[in-house]
């Protein structure tokens, strides 16, 4: 026996299911962790746990990621053994019982999978779980492949495509950015937007952040599921989650059995959407349908679908409206307390708009017409008709401001040319603010609104 096994079995002392003896330490190495976590290729720590010793693992840092270096001081199977659980979710007593296996309490492992299936018998993971464990108290593993090329290939529902599951909720565990780092994209965001929604679509993972005086702060992430197909939604019924950015719409709860605890809509196909020829609709954030609780990463037409609990929580925090949801590939994650420079797209943007503030405060309908892309047919400010209505009124400063406050500015993924810009007038006769989102874009180094419009 090996240090490492050595060390399992010291963790808790007679720790052996009552019928059929202990399991191995191997067996627990295969099944708690190598099998779940696999090779975590885009995490935090990166680490190839098959090729560890029992359960002493090594991490590798991702040179990609801030957390990797934040904490290489500890292994993943400590991050995951302290990790701060809610035990009165099911989803919080799942992991608990993988906690459990990472300190070698088998026994407590397998009282917390019988609880768990008892509570939630809906669960496929846990009954999976539950089925492994005793399949090793027996001495007969799964006999699984749990290889990278295995997990990618397995089927939604099936024994691989539910640890595919467990191997993302784990990974989230053990894969933790630092307190001060925050997604790029959001660096911009005014205190005045209270919280923030980013899919990390690679993770099966929604972050939701507060927002205030302070900056920025990750107060909870959740295990999603995406699209059957993946994602880049084009066009409908093509079962793919779309990228891009959006807003909360209002909240939607009365079809509960079909989109579970709470259901809230996005804006999709946004208005870029729509210039790109995009279609579709119907993608929302929503819970999970009655006997579905467990699902597999891609399981769903393109929604973004979270556990009850969790579903629940996010609907009762988040405004309508107002909240930004970025739906990316991949975070790219900055520490928000150092200065990022601005790149000559960014500076380019932030002087169109104040100028475009500007002229708009003062009414100058002449130099507001440049801000505009020709021939719109979109919004009910930007659309033609109505653009030259309230420009004309303008001219005669008809249509006097209080004020603008910009709430967000926000890059599409991958696209920094175009800009999504949410905003509030104030009417200097009082009565409630208009909220207006705009959508610019830069061609041949100018930048023109191409959507103006009230939020509905």
Sequence with gaps: MNDASQDLNSRAPGASFAMGGSIKPVVLA?????????????GFAKVDFKAASA?????????DLPAARAESATSPTERLIHSEIDTQTPEGQLILAYQHLARGEETLALDAAEKLVARQPDFALAQLLLGDLLLARSGRPAAVDYGPQAAASAAPGSADGLRAEARLRLAALVERPPANFVPKLLLDLSPAVHHAVVVDTSRARLYLFEN????LKLVRDSYVSIGKLGTGKLIEGDQRTPLGVYHIGLRRDEAAARYGAAALPLNYPSEYDRVLGRSGSSIWL???????????????DGCIVLSNDEMKALADTV?????????VDKIAWVDRRAAAPKSPTDTGFERAYQAWQQARLAQDAAALRGFYEAGLERGSDSAASRLDANLALMSTHALPLQALERLSSLAWPDQPAVRIVTYRELS??????KLKRQYWREKDGHWAIFFDGLVG
Excluded at 320 to 326: D, F, G, S
Excluded at 428 to 433: D, F, L, N, R, V
């Design 428 to 433: 200097p006769s009082g009565g409630a603010p």
């Design 55 to 63: 359960l002493n693992l090594p991490g590798r840092a991702n040179q």
């Design 212 to 215: 205030g005086a302070d900056g």
């Design 30 to 42: 295969v099944l708690g962790l190598a099998a779940i976590l696999g090779t975590v290729g885009y």
């Design 286 to 300: 929503h819970g999970e349908r009655s006997g579905n609780y467990a699902r597999s990463p891609q399981s769903t």
């Design 319 to 327: 405004a309508a409206r107002e909240t930004p949801v970025l739906i």
